[in-house]
């Protein structure tokens, strides 16, 4: 065979391959030009990457729609549960607790505070003012400020007072200076004890006054004493119930103590590091002692309970049942009661509110005045029962029975 091919045939064959690339690429779509000619043109012909999709059309325009009210078809659980229950409205206070004093004070609020977290009726007012006294009242004036707070009897309804760690100074009494604790300053320091209270028990609102714990200074700890004394006696004597926290706060020497046991006995840090004011802890045990005279008031203040009156259908169903238990146990009906004829049942006496004095130590008597007789002698009793119950002899045993230890069986 003969492999060669001539001249001729291979320039016809160049020109049918280049013919036939040109209609290849002319009935191709166009594509969008590239930077690089040859990936173009080899896509074309040996195909190019997956096509991507399309980005979607915009959606036909339509005018926006007004937003539906939603109707509620439930009446909240905040109108028909009770202020304070789970998923009802927050309770609203209804007893205020006005706590006035010095930095002390400012503790005693925050103690009251945690002591009442669970009573969301009682609100803690903190009134107190921290560099305040009862002596320098050209900075506060607590006589002026207890007035003022009487005054206004709807929003204090128990005053706590705690105040004496700035008074040791001079009391002045018009233009003369008197020297702390001296005779005629505690006259006059006592008189402004008495002028904060008074207002207080005028309008009717009760006072406790919380006296100072010991101190770790021995000269402040035997003034706190000597304040103490001023306290107890001015502030009963207006009127003021006097809390005692002095042995609550010291050792068994009576003595200041940094460490003691809190309101679940447990020993704790009570006293801050300048040895008066309180911590936490110290703070929450001085509310302790507070709580029971506030219990008290906050009792006072309750109203009393309402007697519900039922609708009269429930109420004739109430008395109809009544009635049928007083016919089955065959007592007497309470009330008068129309039968069919008429005729009007008999109406029961009415009870005694309290019935005849009877003495529990005297020596019985009968009727006639005599001392009462020994009763009849019973009847005669079966031999056996006299025998085992009245003289404690054992019962006679039986064969066979539990109680029959005889040996050999039979």
Same mark, same amino acid.
């Given at each position: ?10 320039s ?11 209609c ?27 096509a ?12 926006p ?64 003012r ?15 400020a ?12 128990f ?28 006259d ?8 904060? #209270? &008074?207002? !207080?028990v005028? @309008?009717? $609102?009760?006072? /406790?006054?919380?006296?100072?714990? +010991? ?61 008066i ?8 045990? #001085? &509310?302790? !002692?507070?709580e @029971?005279? $506030?219990?008290? /008031?906050?009792?006072?203040?309750? +109203? ?5 009156s039922?609708p009269?259908?429930?109420?004739q169903?109430a ?10 146990m ?7 009661a ?28 009968s009727?006639?005045?005599t ?33 029959d230890f ?5």
């Amino acid at each position: 065979m003969n492999l060669r091919i001539s001249k001729a045939a291979f320039s016809r064959t160049l020109r049918l391959g280049s013919l036939a690339i040109l209609c290849v690429l002319a009935g191709s779509p166009s594509a969008p030009a590239e930077d690089n000619a040859f990936p173009g043109f080899f896509s074309h012909i040996f195909g190019g990457p997956p096509a991507q999709d399309a980005a979607p059309s915009p959606p036909p325009y339509s005018a926006p729609r007004k937003a539906k009210k939603k109707v509620r078809d439930f009446v909240p659980v905040t109108a028909t549960r009770a202020p304070g229950a789970v998923g009802g409205a927050p309770a609203q206070a209804s007893f205020y607790i006005d706590v006035l004093g010095d930095s002390l004070g400012v503790s005693t609020s925050d103690g009251l505070t945690d002591a009442f977290a669970d009573k969301p009726e009682v609100a803690v007012i903190d009134k107190a003012r921290d560099a305040s006294g009862l002596v320098n009242d050209g900075y506060y004036d607590w006589v002026k400020a207890a007035k003022d707070i009487a005054v206004d009897k709807g929003k204090a309804d128990f005053v706590v007072v705690m105040v004496g760690i700035n008074d040791i100074q001079a009391l002045r009494d018009g233009n003369e200076a008197l020297d702390p604790l001296s005779d005629r300053w505690r006259d006059k320091y006592g008189q402004r004890v008495e002028a904060v #209270v &008074a207002p !207080f028990v005028t @309008a009717h $609102i009760p006072v /406790a006054w919380v006296g100072l714990p +010991p101190m770790r200074a021995d000269k402040f700890n035997a003034q706190a004493i000597k304040l103490n004394e001023i306290y107890k006696e001015h502030a009963e004597k207006a009127g003021a119930k006097y809390i005692d926290i002095w042995d609550a706060f010291a050792d068994q020497n009576g003595q200041y103590d940094a460490f003691g046991p809190n309101i679940e006995g447990q020993n704790v840090k009570l006293r801050g590091g300048d040895g008066i004011l309180l911590t936490k802890a110290g703070s929450r045990k #001085v &509310a302790h !002692f507070l709580e @029971a005279e $506030i219990h008290k /008031a906050l009792d006072k203040n309750k +109203p009393a309970t309402e007697v519900a009156s039922l609708p009269p259908d429930i109420e004739q169903a109430a008395d109809d049942i009544n009635a049928q238990i007083r016919r089955e146990m065959g007592a007497p009906p309470s009330i008068s009661a129309v039968g069919p004829t008429g005729a009007t049942a008999p109406v029961a006496p009415a009870r005694p509110l309290a019935g005849p004095i009877v003495s529990l130590t005297a020596r019985p008597m009968s009727p006639g005045g005599t001392l009462i007789a020994r009763g009849p002698t019973p009847l005669a009793e079966p031999a056996e029962i006299t025998r085992v119950i009245r003289l404690g002899e054992p019962v006679d045993t039986r064969a066979g029975r539990a109680d029959d230890f005889s040996w050999p069986r039979l």
